[in-house]
């Protein structure tokens, strides 16, 4: 469990981080969003001791020698070593003892290929997204953290990055705390949300609570549905086959199933959110 109480954080007359207080529970993913500057990364930075609040505590509980694993910013690997060479020595760092079968099974737990032995500066930067957990992983942790983990993602690798942290979450009982800036990630992927803005928690809760506050839009994309007549009595905006429209959820989803039994085949459809919905919601 990751508990923080009160965390203030100041830089001279710069405050970073005022008063922040959160949980969050063995098994559960949790999501700090926020744009650059929200005071994210320096959170992150207090939760695994690299600087000291100025005020307030923290506190994760676990009985292991490291509670603890984390990528701040970006995964540090040596590109000219392979996947298994990289553990090896980040092991050695850590005076961990491990075999190769435990190499390779970290490996496979993050989905990696194990019998991959080309150099680490040939992967994706998903692939590389994944060493960098696997790292995070070597002392088996209670709780993990992830600074911006789907920055530069394809849809692919943000999909395989979102299973595997949920697999971590439910198959190691782990409280995993993840920031982005990314809205649709985090509503994806975690169970409670946490706004920050300018180092101030601005609004906490449930991901699907928070996010119904601030849907003001859906959007609906399928074939020739501009021409149906079910739309008439919303307002709405009308992009080729996407459709941007107003209406209560209820609504929404009475909407989407008549579009279907009309005969449209729908690509898509959800909620159409941005941070400036959110924050003035709260």
Known sequence: MINTKGLTKQYGQLTALKNVTLTVNRGEIAGILGPNGAGKTTLFKILTGLISPTSGTFSIESTKAKKIGAIIENPQLYEYLSAQENLTVFANYQHLALSTKDVDTLLIAVGLDPT???????????????????????????????????????????????????????????????????????????????????????????????????????????????????????????????????????????????????????????????????????
């Open 116 to 282: 991959r032995k080309d150099q680490v500066k040939n992967y994706s930067l998903g692939m590389k997204q994944r060493l960098g957990i696997a790292t995070a992983l070597l002392n088996q942790p209670d709780a993990l953290i992830l600074d911006e983990p789907f920055l530069g993602l394809d849809p692919m690798g943000m999909k395989d990055l979102r299973g595997m942290l949920m697999q971590l979450a439910k198959e190691q009982n782990m409280a995993i705390l993840v920031s982005s800036h990314q809205l649709e990630e985090l509503s994806k992927v975690c169970e409670q949300l946490h706004l920050l803005q300018n180092g101030l928690i601005v609004s906490s809760g449930k991901t699907a609570e928070i996010l119904h506050k601030a849907t003001q839009q859906y959007r609906i994309v399928g074939d020739s549905i501009a021409s149906s007549a079910l739309l008439a009595p919303f307002t709405k905006e009308i992009l080729g086959d996407v459709i941007l429209f107003s209406s209560t959820p209820a609504e929404a989803k009475s909407l989407l199933k008549a579009l279907i039994q009309e005969g449209h085949a729908i690509e898509s459809f959800g909620p159409e959110l941005n941070l400036d919905d959110l924050y003035s919601s709260t």
